[in-house]
């Protein structure tokens, strides 16, 4: 399946997104937040904003705030499989959800706790209980093959390793796979790009976290993902070498500009964190370049990554604020707001 960049079908949706995106919370919205006196003041504020008005009108308690961000992002799907015209797209965005309830799934029901199904979520292509019940029967005759093939596997793999961590990138690589067989280089360069520098940055994580723990060559190839601008073979190349190698050939590419501070603050200090969030705000900027298309997928997927984003970041204030955190603190976790 193709998807053409600037696709003039989508012009009615854009001109929609370009509306809610007026609505995005901003720096200045965000800091409101934080400087509140804490959450259900926050909260008080938030509702100021449209899009999330009418949910907090029922919240009775400030520590059920979650009810609300699933809601915004339960809207948020419905919205767009009203707007989204190819059915295959759709079912690409929707897919991470699936892989998330997978792994909650797979994760709770072989660790025997019973208390999950609150945290799956509705924005799948599959059904969470119907997924839930396949998984508990070792059956999935009714979904998709691939999707079949690689869950039954998955499911194989943690019975077998217990591993929440291998589940993890062998789940997220079955992802990247479906990805890139959907996405056309030339026609959709501009997804194309995007996933290809989240594999980047999700690889480089993965190459400073296996040699932090010195847990072998063996592990580092079994996790890299593929189909990133750096090869999985070049980080192969240097787990053995160096740290100083490895800062070289970042230096070479395009990210050392934005990361190459955070890759030695983990140098020093064996912290991910603040590499983490450089890598999520690194990605948040590329996806800005989505509001000065006029045409195409991308103002869409660019507005929902933008939701996305802002649900985190939501979230990690409301959080902070019920647990008492400095406000320095919760600023300086923040990832970057798309607006």
């Given at each position: 399946?193709?998807?053409?960049?600037?696709?003039?079908?989508?012009?009615?949706?854009?001109?929609?997104?370009?509306?809610?995106?007026?609505?995005?919370?901003?720096?200045?919205?965000?800091?409101?937040?934080?400087?509140?006196?804490?959450?259900?003041?926050?909260?008080?504020?938030?509702?100021?904003?449209?899009?999330?008005?009418?949910?907090?009108?029922?919240?009775?308690?400030?520590?059920?705030?979650?009810?609300?961000?699933?809601?915004?992002?339960?809207?948020?799907?419905?919205?767009?499989?009203?707007?989204?015209?190819?059915?295959?797209?759709?079912?690409?965005?929707?897919?991470?959800?699936?892989?998330?309830?997978?792994?909650?799934?797979?994760?709770?029901?072989?660790?025997?706790?019973?208390?999950?199904?609150?945290?799956?979520?509705?924005?799948?292509?599959?059904?969470?209980?119907?997924?839930?019940?396949?998984?508990?029967?070792?059956?999935?005759?009714d979904m998709p093959k691939q999707f079949a093939d690689m869950a039954r596997h998955a499911v194989l793999l943690f019975e077998t390793t217990k591993d929440?961590?291998?589940?993890?990138?062998?789940?997220?690589?079955?992802?990247?796979?479906?990805?890139?067989?959907?996405?056309?280089?030339?026609?959709?360069?501009?997804?194309?790009?995007?996933?290809?520098?989240?594999?980047?940055?999700?690889?480089?994580?993965?190459?400073?976290?296996?040699?932090?723990?010195?847990?072998?060559?063996?592990?580092?190839?079994?996790?890299?993902?593929e189909n990133g601008t750096i090869t999985a073979k070049s980080l192969l190349g240097m787990y053995d070498t160096p740290f100083v190698e490895f800062t070289?050939?970042?230096?070479?590419?395009?990210?050392?500009?934005?990361?190459?501070?955070?890759?030695e603050d983990w140098s020093k200090t064996g912290s991910l964190e603040k590499f983490e969030k450089a890598s999520d705000d690194y990605l948040i900027e590329?996806?800005?370049?989505?509001?000065?298309?006029?045409?195409?997928?991308?103002?869409?997927?660019?507005?929902?990554?933008?939701?996305?984003?802002?649900?985190?970041?939501?979230?990690?204030?409301?959080?902070?604020?019920?647990?008492?955190?400095?406000?320095?603190?919760?600023?300086?976790?923040?990832?970057?707001?798309?607006?």
């Amino acid at each position: 399946m193709k998807y053409r960049q600037g696709d003039t079908k989508y012009a009615f949706a854009v001109g929609k997104i370009r509306q809610l995106e007026t609505r995005l919370l901003d720096r200045q919205a965000i800091e409101r937040l934080i400087e509140a006196e804490d959450a259900d003041e926050s909260i008080k504020l938030l509702s100021e904003n449209q899009d999330y008005s009418q949910d907090i009108k029922g919240l009775k308690n400030p520590a059920s705030f979650e009810n609300i961000l699933e809601a915004q992002l339960d809207s948020l799907y419905k919205l767009f499989k009203f707007i989204c015209q190819e059915h295959e797209l759709l079912e690409l965005c929707r897919l991470k959800y699936d892989l998330l309830n997978l792994k909650i799934i797979i994760r709770n029901i072989a660790g025997e706790q019973k208390d999950f199904e609150a945290r799956l979520n509705d924005r799948g292509n599959i059904a969470k209980f119907a997924l839930k019940e396949a998984v508990v029967k070792k059956e999935f005759r009714d979904m998709p093959k691939q999707f079949a093939d690689m869950a039954r596997h998955a499911v194989l793999l943690f019975e077998t390793t217990k591993d929440p961590q291998k589940l993890d990138i062998f789940i997220d690589k079955y992802f990247y796979k479906v990805v890139f067989g959907a996405l056309d280089k030339d026609m959709h360069s501009f997804l194309y790009k995007y996933y290809q520098m989240a594999i980047d940055l999700a690889n480089i994580k993965i190459f400073l976290r296996i040699k932090q723990q010195t847990l072998g060559a063996g592990i580092l190839k079994e996790s890299l993902i593929e189909n990133g601008t750096i090869t999985a073979k070049s980080l192969l190349g240097m787990y053995d070498t160096p740290f100083v190698e490895f800062t070289k050939k970042m230096q070479r590419t395009d990210y050392w500009a934005s990361l190459g501070d955070e890759i030695e603050d983990w140098s020093k200090t064996g912290s991910l964190e603040k590499f983490e969030k450089a890598s999520d705000d690194y990605l948040i900027e590329y996806l800005k370049q989505a509001k000065y298309l006029a045409f195409g997928f991308e103002p869409l997927a660019g507005y929902m990554f933008a939701k996305e984003n802002e649900v985190k970041i939501i979230r990690n204030v409301l959080v902070g604020k019920l647990y008492g955190r400095p406000e320095a603190s919760i600023r300086e976790s923040l990832r970057q707001s798309y607006v």
